[in-house]
């Protein structure tokens, strides 16, 4: 838990523009004011609801849901600064109510000394439980505090309704090459908490490494520059150069958005099933292989592949599904790294396959059975064996006998009725016009044709 810092009169930190050297530059860059901020302008851009809130002092309790590393903690330390509040941090994996208290206490007296506003901020703030969420309505009812909490994880579904309405959303999207870039020129620049006071010259290759290996990450991005310089000699003239071998020395492993947990893992399961769908090789092999850089089960991307082999590919190439699963097979038995050609193999396939969705039927009929119950089976379709008990203790005729049974006729196939009487018009399954679904459906209709031309002769 951090408590409150010492803060003047006028709410702004005593220590506000002493600048510690022994602290990271990612941390000494953290932005001060909206002006410094970057990103996120869909929301604190010029005229934007939150940007007029914090302009005209006004802020409600907020709620910031975006991806990590895409400046939730930073816009709430920038709110903080802004409007000349105490600004009290709360991680909801460590700390829990009686933390709480002691926060609300210390904020009461602050607010009866000076009228100063507090700002609470909660990291991970989904990680509370119910009674924990619900302990902070009270104080923001009576205005003590005002909330801001931020989460990666849907709020509709980890927060309580009561204090999601008494809260405004924002989401925060991922920041781009292009901001950290903007990030990473002005620490250069800064001189008195970036990197400004050092001659120091990175070249355009370098910075577009860094920019790109760091995916967002401003902070990895700065903490690897700060490396680079301070792992460099200056030459004959004094300077310090960091070229793209330097950059790539100490920004070795690019990071991946992906962590596997919350909404990320959907929305990149969503686009990897999508990009099969839509028949994209590129693009699925593209988010199959960001999800297994960031630590994804390949059981779970077979589980999607075979899903996809029936509700997308269906009968269009009924062989997708046996593909799938035997791809799956051989990866249980090799395991990786070799196991990646199993999983490009499904997953190339089923992206290059015929798109079906007709197995969808399945769920129209279960529909019909919800809402209007199942019929009586006909009583040529009934087991003729519990039909002949019931007609020799009834001495009546086996209704059974009146069944046609298809393999005595050409092509296998006869008329009769096989659906109660009540839906024996209704048709649910629609057939898919390529690939091999098709050349089955068509196969049926010349039967059904043939049988017909021949009732006419």
């Avoid at 509370?128 to 931020?150: C, F, M, R, Y």
């Avoid at 990666?152 to 901001?179: A, G, I, K, W």
């Avoid at 009834?394 to 092509?411: C, I, K, M, Q, T």
Wanted: proline share 4%; charged share 25%.
């Amino acid at each position: 838990m951090d408590l409150f810092n010492e803060k003047s009169n006028t709410g702004r930190d005593q220590k506000a523009d002493y600048v510690n050297p022994h602290e990271p530059l990612a941390t000494r860059m953290r932005p001060h004011s909206l002006e410094e901020f970057v990103g996120q302008k869909h929301i604190v851009g010029e005229g934007k609801m939150l940007r007029r809130m914090i302009e005209s002092g006004v802020i409600g309790s907020l709620i910031f849901y975006g991806p990590p590393s895409s400046g939730k903690t930073t816009l709430a330390h920038v709110i903080s600064r802004e409007i000349n509040a105490q600004f009290v941090v709360l991680n909801a994996v460590l700390d829990g109510i009686k933390d709480l208290r002691q926060v609300v206490a210390k904020a009461e007296k602050i607010q009866q000394m000076n009228g100063q506003k507090t700002i609470l901020f909660v990291d991970e703030i989904h990680r509370w439980n119910k009674a924990q969420q619900d302990a902070l309505l009270p104080h923001l009812e009576s205005g003590v505090i005002t909330l801001i909490g931020a989460t990666t994880e849907n709020p509709f579904y980890t927060m309580v309704s009561p204090l999601l309405s008494r809260c405004q959303l924002f989401e925060l999207y991922d920041l781009t090459r292009d901001h950290v870039l903007s990030m990473i020129d002005r620490a250069l620049a800064e001189e008195q908490r970036g990197l400004g006071k050092k001659q120091v010259e990175v070249s355009q290759p370098a910075r577009n490494h860094l920019a790109e290996f760091a995916a967002g990450d401003i902070r990895n991005a700065l903490n690897a520059l700060e490396v680079a310089v301070l792992s460099s000699d200056t030459n004959e003239d004094g300077v310090i150069r960091i070229d793209l071998d330097i950059a790539k020395e100490c920004i070795q492993k690019r990071s991946v958005r992906y962590d596997g947990t919350g909404d990320e893992h959907y929305h990149f399961a969503s686009a990897f099933i999508k990009s099969m769908r839509g028949s994209d090789p590129d693009a699925a092999l593209y988010w199959m292989a960001s999800m297994l850089e960031g630590g994804e089960d390949p059981n779970f991307l077979f589980r999607r592949m075979l899903i996809l082999a029936s509700e997308d590919v269906g009968l269009a190439d009924p062989h997708a599904l046996s593909v799938v699963n035997a791809a799956h097979d051989a990866f249980t038995k090799c395991g990786m790294p070799e196991g990646l050609y199993f999983l490009a193999h499904a997953c190339i396939y089923l992206s290059l396959a015929p798109k079906s969705n007709s197995t969808g039927a399945i769920f129209s009929v279960q529909s019909e059975v919800r809402n209007n119950g199942t019929g009586p089976v006909p009583a040529h379709l009934r087991d003729k064996t519990a039909n002949s008990k019931q007609s020799r203790y009834l001495g009546v005729e086996n209704a059974s006998d009146d069944y046609v049974y298809p393999h005595s006729h050409d092509y296998h196939w006869a008329p009769q009725q096989y659906l109660p009487e009540e839906v024996r018009e209704k048709s649910w399954y629609e057939p898919g016009n390529i690939g091999r679904e098709n050349k089955l459906w068509t196969r049926l209709q010349k039967i059904r044709e043939a049988y017909e031309n021949s009732r006419k002769k």
